[in-house]
């Protein structure tokens, strides 16, 4: 049986006191010290802790420093030799002790997996199959950028999206009003990472944002369907430093008008992470326009409501911003 390893933050042992994050399928840049930030419950199955495993193997350490990691395998590897030493010295003198009672050849001995492997195995990767983190339905937690985001009434957590990034979305869908036979949401949140990494300022990763936001809500989507017949005009109504978890952070929104159906409403807010390296996190939200998306102030209500993790307050979890 193959194990999986779920993503988190496990020990660098090329960084001493440094916890790495794994994303579920390969080790990031991201980096901690490895007492920065107590363990916090993560969502109930859902987002990049705690999520259920892709189906990737278990991770290789991060490469080692030159030097710094030979002290350090070789008392794993000493250790197992001699309890593979011990192991053949026990079976050894089984057989001859058998043997020399019964006056004849014992029975090979059955054995579980060699000692040499199971010590190297152990020494390679983290426990395989740590308990995952659980959060109540109220709140999506963001492990990877230290954040948790209030999850309005009438809204879900996927298990699973196109885009593996944090979201959470309307519980009901729709069919896409364009020429595509998939099925859209009134009202959609995810957050992540910055792509932008090269982009030092909230207010630059956030008016960068906002256009690709845009596209992939109502335009094209991540697998190339045009839900809706394409985006035809944006009008800017934000673009405004705001504080958010904390952090002073930047937003951007627009009133897109779409091909068919009425369009929406997209929001782009940029902040420094409060963990690791503190890359910038964008939380991106796009919303309805028309009687059938949530009321535009639901985004107002969602941003302030966003909290480092380990917060005291609840940001108003669970508040009701419409259907």
């Not at 010590?119 to 999506?140: E, F, I, K, M, Q």
């Not at 985001?149 to 979201?167: C, I």
């Amino acid at each position: 049986m193959t194990h999986t390893t779920p993503p988190g933050w496990y020990p660098d042992t090329g960084r001493p006191a440094t916890e790495r994050w794994w994303d579920g399928a390969a080790w990031t840049a991201h980096t901690r010290p490895l007492d920065a930030v107590p363990q916090q419950p993560g969502p109930d199955g859902y987002g990049p802790v705690g999520a259920a495993p892709r189906g990737f193997g278990p991770p290789s350490r991060p490469p080692a420093r030159r030097g710094a990691g030979r002290v350090a395998r070789a008392v794993p590897t000493a250790v197992a030799a001699a309890a593979a030493a011990m192991a053949v010295a026990v079976i050894v003198t089984a057989v001859i002790t058998v043997g020399h009672r019964g006056g004849g050849t014992a029975a090979p001995a059955r054995t579980s997996a060699p000692a040499t492997a199971r010590a190297s195995d152990a020494a390679r990767s983290p426990d395989p199959d740590p308990a995952p983190p659980t959060a109540g339905p109220a709140l999506l937690v963001d492990q990877l950028d230290g954040i948790t985001l209030p999850v309005p009434a009438g809204w879900e957590k996927p298990t699973s999206t196109v885009e593996h990034v944090t979201t959470m979305r309307t519980s009901h869908s729709y069919e896409c009003p364009g020429d595509s036979a998939s099925f859209c949401y009134h009202g959609t949140v995810t957050s992540n990472t910055a792509a932008e990494t090269d982009l030092s300022s909230a207010e630059a990763v956030a008016k960068a944002d906002i256009k690709d936001a845009a596209d992939t809500s109502y335009d094209k989507d991540i697998v190339g369907n045009l839900n809706y017949d394409g985006i035809t005009s944006h009008t800017r109504l934000k673009s405004e430093s705001v504080t958010v978890a904390g952090r002073t952070g930047y937003l951007v929104r627009w009133r897109v008008k779409t091909g068919a159906g009425p369009g929406g409403y997209v929001q782009s807010v940029a902040f420094p992470s409060s963990v690791g390296s503190e890359s910038m996190v964008v939380v991106r939200l796009a919303f309805d326009a028309g009687p059938d998306g949530p009321p535009l102030g639901g985004m107002d209500t969602i941003t302030g409501g966003i909290r480092p993790i380990g917060d005291a307050t609840n940001g108003g979890v669970g508040s009701s911003i419409g259907p």
